[in-house]
């Protein structure tokens, strides 16, 4: 089974009343997405320490304001711990919606599940899972298995930040055949690859450190179980393009895949262009001619090309914007080989800095190299 899915990450809100910007920040993120993302992606994920302080008034300022997207467009949150500063979660829980924090949903073919990694600790960052939601993700992942639905997870933080069981997570997530993990807590962007998951964090809303304190948001993609993931900065030109087929080198988890290490011969590259744009999409392998690109029925522009073994720059451009991967194809009894998992989940696989996506490497942030407490 195939699909599609994409949404909107929009990273660690951290309001309080001490720091009004950081609501500001969040109205002017969802007008952008009201005004060029509608009916364009699934949905939006907030993923946790939304309220600095875990207080009811943060919280309700917060959902008037995402009150601004689009009808049809859903919000999705989970705690972080900052939200559970007060040493629960009542306030969270009273101001915001049950069906705006479900534990687990089906979108397309899709299996989304949504972790709470901060009731079971003794507060600030002792992420544990409880037991209940130790069990909720094992009956999930049965269900996606049963069901050959692609499983995405949305947790707080990264399974090495754990202070329990982080291997063992990661590990059931491999085996599950996990497309993407997203998260905040960070406060950078960053990506990982652990050999086997994909794991995505994008910069804080609030307390910002990283490239001069601009505020972003990030779209993150799963097509046909090839991850991409682009941060943009608040106020950057659209149209936006993301190439979302087959998958940059960085990100390859699956490398049996055609979708992920291209066979020798003709390759589809498919690309995705959010917003509107008055032009065909336009794509060009190692920098030579562009070739028009064709819109389907699914609003996915696609172009089939003929590339040798080897490494290709690939780009798709559209609305005087691009996108560019660097396409590994290689025949099929010479994939790169995969060994067994070491430290799944662990912040040791980051990719490093990758400016096209938006990441510059240097992890700017309280968890890792910042100055903020």
């Not at 990694?117 to 009956?139: K, Q």
């Not at 291997?167 to 690859?193: P, Q, S, W």
Request: glycine fraction near 12%.
């Amino acid at each position: 089974m195939s699909g599609s899915i994409a949404w909107v990450h929009i990273g660690d809100l951290h309001l309080e009343s001490a720091a009004p910007e950081n609501l500001e920040r969040l109205a002017d993120i969802v007008a952008e997405v009201a005004d060029n993302l509608a009916g364009e992606v699934d949905l939006v994920f907030l993923p946790g320490d939304n309220a600095n302080h875990g207080e009811a008034s943060d919280y309700a300022a917060m959902c008037e304001t995402l009150g601004g997207l689009p009808a049809g467009l859903p919000w999705r949150i989970i705690p972080g711990d900052h939200d559970y500063e007060p040493g629960d979660l009542r306030a969270y829980e009273a101001a915001i919606p049950e069906e705006n924090r479900p534990e687990g949903e089906t979108i397309g073919t899709h299996r989304c599940i949504y972790l709470d990694i901060v009731s079971a600790g003794h507060g600030g960052p002792d992420f544990r899972l409880t037991m209940h939601h130790r069990n909720r993700l094992r009956e999930e992942l049965a269900t996606a298995a049963a069901l050959g639905q692609v499983p995405l997870v949305f947790m707080h933080a990264f399974p090495c930040d754990l202070a329990a069981d982080g291997d063992e997570i990661a590990r059931t997530f491999a085996a599950a055949g996990v497309a993407f993990v997203d998260t905040g807590h960070t406060h950078y962007n960053e990506l990982l690859n652990d050999g086997a998951v994909i794991y995505g964090a994008t910069r804080s809303t609030g307390q910002i450190e990283e490239d001069g304190g601009a505020p972003g948001y990030t779209i993150v993609a799963v097509h046909d179980r090839v991850p991409s993931w682009r941060f943009r900065r608040l106020g950057a030109p659209w149209p936006h393009v993301q190439i979302v087929s087959p998958c940059d080198l960085r990100l390859v988890t699956r490398p049996h895949d055609p979708a992920q290490v291209a066979r020798p011969g003709a390759v589809e590259i498919v690309a995705r262009v959010f917003g509107d744009v008055a032009t065909p999409a336009l794509l060009t392998v190692d920098d030579g001619a562009s070739m028009v690109m064709a819109r389907g029925d699914d609003g996915c522009w696609r172009a089939r090309i003929v590339l040798p073994a080897g490494r290709h720059a690939i780009c798709v451009r559209a609305g005087g914007v691009e996108d560019r991967i660097d396409l590994l194809v290689r025949p099929a009894d010479q994939t790169p080989k995969r060994y067994g998992l070491v430290s799944p989940g662990h912040s040791c696989h980051s990719i490093g800095a990758w400016p096209v996506a938006g990441i510059d490497g240097f992890q700017l942030g309280p968890n890792r190299n910042g100055g903020k407490p």
